[in-house]
């Protein structure tokens, strides 16, 4: 059973970046799917971004597309999800996440089997 473990959250003014790491135990991490998703207070968590096992194709949300980018090193077992040019907006809880499936519907949380603890950014004005 997989274990993901966020890192690199934390309280940037609008128009920085911040690289967040998600790293994986106790699973075949090159198997597996990974995306991100978020949650700000009182709303739905939301698709950011997945990318595939080989780090070959990925996909984004259209909010974050052009800001974001994500990849992978499967030597290290670890996912990355560089954020550039942060907005306000972009502040909330982060999660990393493993589809060891390939389900198409790969923008809904219920793709994923397994999830990371979360990490806080914080974008302010």
């Known amino acids: 059973q997989a274990q993901l473990v966020e890192s690199g959250g934390g309280l940037v003014q609008a128009g920085e970046s911040l690289r967040l790491s998600c790293v994986a135990s106790?699973?075949?991490?090159?198997?597996?799917?990974m995306g991100w998703f978020r949650q700000a207070p009182g709303k739905e968590r939301e698709f950011v971004a997945r990318?595939?096992?080989?780090?070959?194709?990925?996909y984004y949300a259209d909010s974050v597309k052009g800001r974001f980018l994500i990849s992978r090193d499967n030597a290290k077992n670890t996912v990355y999800l560089q954020m550039n040019s942060l907005k306000p907006e972009d502040t909330a809880v982060y999660y990393c996440?493993?589809?060891?499936?390939?389900?198409?519907?790969?923008?809904?949380?219920?793709?994923?089997?397994?999830w990371g603890q979360g990490t806080q950014v914080t974008v302010s004005t």
């Open positions: 996440a493993a589809d060891p499936y390939y389900r198409s519907n790969y923008y809904s949380p219920v793709a994923y089997n397994y």
């Open positions: 106790g699973g075949t991490f090159r198997s597996n799917h």
């Open positions: 990318i595939s096992t080989s780090g070959g194709a990925t």
